[in-house]
């Protein structure tokens, strides 16, 4: 375990941007914990304010994957500038330094690396299919220094094709990987584990091609069946979602790469991320919702100058968190779509894609398992840093207590 550990400690000391590897230290690391900190401090006297915002900036997209939830091949949306830098600086007054950018694809918003550029003193990670991402764009991301790219990777050529409805997706993917990592940039590799990519990103080789390419973390998210085409054939089965769980914890103790995951605790038992409140989303539109695939909102950010009081007296995200949690240690969109139903309907919340087939789509779903894995069945971190990691920062902050209970 040690071995691999410093490995990866070294290799990033010697490729990583110096004054990059600064800021990720100081404005995610040290200021990251505050803010975690701080939003324990608030829970206490029941008020939320997620310390990790995620904002789609822009519905637009290159690609056309399978499965995904956002309005790519609708007219443009996307959260301008000014109201961006508004949005991030109220975050900022009130503790936060991170963020995650999402889209559509980021890149494809113009004004992203000057938004960037306006907040040193805050860290952001940027999801992207890594193809606009030229040797260009990874020089100025440099220079501003406070942005990893979490560059997306479905699969080997074929698959990508397939996947991302695209051509020589797979090879233009890994030239903007190429030129984050030429740059000194942290970079991580991202992928949407499903029926066609499991048996090959799910390996270990493939864990050690990434570090031997350079790449510094990876991230495993679980195909989640939603949107406008579902492509329900593609999800995970419960076994396949342990495999999973059972592999990251694994390879966390073995190969020199960092290795992310949202929905487990230190001790192996699953949390919604939403459900704790420790992440919210922004859509394209402003629309503020629970979390990414819940396109259902009651309050909207350019109804107002501050994110932090639209939040914390959301009854709506109150509501959300609450039921969430008193149902499921898993994905309440995947297990009770139809609580989701009930909950948006309960309060009024507007559909929030540009499609308007939110609620239609709910109903279309079959409810199917998610992380929960249960009862007995955990698998606990077996790296102490992870362990230690999760119980400071990321845990399910008491949100389960009477689930857990039984009541
Ligand atoms: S509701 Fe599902 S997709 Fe949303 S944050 Fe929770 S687990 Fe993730």
């Not at 942005?147 to 699969?155: D, F, N, Q, R, Y």
């Not at 406008?228 to 054939?233: A, L, S, T, V």
């Not at 239609?360 to 606990?380: D, H, K, N, V």
């Not at 971190?381 to 920062?393: C, G, N, Q, T």
Request: aromatic share 10%.
């Amino acid at each position: 375990m040690l071995i691999p550990s410093l490995q990866f400690a070294a290799r990033t000391l010697a490729t990583a941007d110096k004054r990059h590897l600064a800021k990720f230290m100081w404005n995610f690391g040290f200021k990251g914990v505050r803010s975690v900190q701080l939003f324990k401090k608030r829970i206490k006297k029941g008020e939320y304010f997620p310390p990790f915002l995620y904002l789609s900036i822009l519905n637009s997209c290159n690609l056309r994957c399978q499965g995904c939830w956002v309005d790519v091949d609708k007219p443009q949306v996307k959260i301008d500038f000014d109201r961006l830098n508004q949005v991030v600086n109220d975050a900022r007054e009130h503790g936060n330094s991170f963020f995650g950018i999402l889209g559509g694809e980021p890149f494809m918003h113009t004004e992203l690396l000057d938004f960037l550029a306006q907040h040193p003193d805050c860290f952001f990670q940027v999801f992207t299919n890594g193809q606009l991402i030229t040797d260009k764009v990874a020089k100025r991301l440099r220079q501003i220094g406070n942005a990893t790219p979490l560059v997306s990777i479905e699969g080997n050529e074929v698959v990508s094709n397939e996947r991302r409805g695209g051509k020589d997706v797979y090879k233009r993917t890994l030239r903007g990987l190429d030129n984050c990592l030429n740059h000194g940039l942290l970079t991580g590799v991202a992928t949407s584990l499903c029926q066609t990519n499991i048996d090959e990103l799910l390996t270990e080789d493939w864990l050690r091609s990434l570090a031997k390419r350079g790449v510094h973390y990876a991230w495993y998210h679980t195909y989640r069946p939603v949107g406008p085409q579902i492509h329900e054939e593609l999800a995970l089965t419960p076994e396949q979602a342990r495999r999973v769980r059972q592999f990251v914890v694994d390879m966390r103790v073995k190969v020199p790469i960092a290795i992310i995951d949202a929905y487990y605790d230190g001790q192996g038992k699953a949390l919604c991320p939403m459900a704790t409140g420790i992440s919210h989303h922004i859509g394209p539109s402003g629309s503020i919702e629970p979390c990414p695939i819940i396109q259902f909102a009651a309050e909207n950010i350019h109804d107002s100058d501050s994110i932090y009081e639209q939040m914390t007296k959301s009854e709506f995200l109150r509501d959300f968190r609450q039921v969430a949690a008193q149902h499921t240690r898993g994905c309440v969109v995947l297990e009770r779509p139809d609580l989701v139903q009930q909950i948006a309907k309960k309060h009024g919340a507007k559909d929030s894609t540009i499609r308007q087939t939110a609620m239609a789509e709910l109903e279309s779903m079959t409810p199917r398992g998610s992380q929960f894995l249960p009862t007995g069945e955990e698998i606990p971190e077996k790296h102490p840093a992870y362990w230690l990691a999760k119980k400071i920062l990321f845990n399910d902050f008491g949100v389960y207590k009477n689930l857990d209970k039984g009541k």
